[in-house]
């Protein structure tokens, strides 16, 4: 493993003398603010960063991962992966803790981004 110092600028990577071929980083690391910066991995932090999904995809993930962060939502989410189409008034009558619209709000919510689908089958709404 080699350690490389480099200078990142406005104008990218100035590479220590003599080591040209170290200024290959300048694409994968211009997002780092203009400092001083000793980097270990470069090779590895170039193919991290080359594999990062387009902005909008990224806001995406985030958006999913944001609906694990309830445990109502995921406590379903755990539910419906176990079980397949599961009914969600039977679920809302076991789900113990919640308000009267606790999981048919978390439900809703999930169904809204995408997550789960919905079968309704006269007045029942089955999940999955």
Excluded: Y
Excluded at 14 to 32: F, L, N
Excluded at 53 to 78: C, G, I, K, Y
Excluded at 105 to 124: E, Q, S, Y
């Amino acid at each position: 493993m080699s350690v490389v110092t480099l200078t990142l600028g406005p104008a990218g990577v100035t590479a220590p003398a003599g080591k040209p071929e170290q200024a290959r980083m300048e694409v994968c690391t211009s997002w780092i603010p203009m400092t001083q910066h000793t980097i270990v991995d470069g090779d590895r932090v170039c193919e991290a960063i080359a594999h990062l999904p387009d902005p909008e995809t990224l806001h995406d993930w985030v958006t999913r991962f944001a609906l694990l962060a309830d445990q109502t939502r995921l406590a379903l989410l755990l539910c419906i992966h176990n079980a397949g189409e599961i009914c969600v008034s039977d679920l809302a009558r076991r789900h113990r803790g919640q308000g009267q619209h606790g999981v048919p709000g978390a439900c809703g919510c999930l169904r809204a981004h995408g997550v789960v689908a919905t079968r309704r089958d006269g007045r029942t709404i089955h999940t999955t």
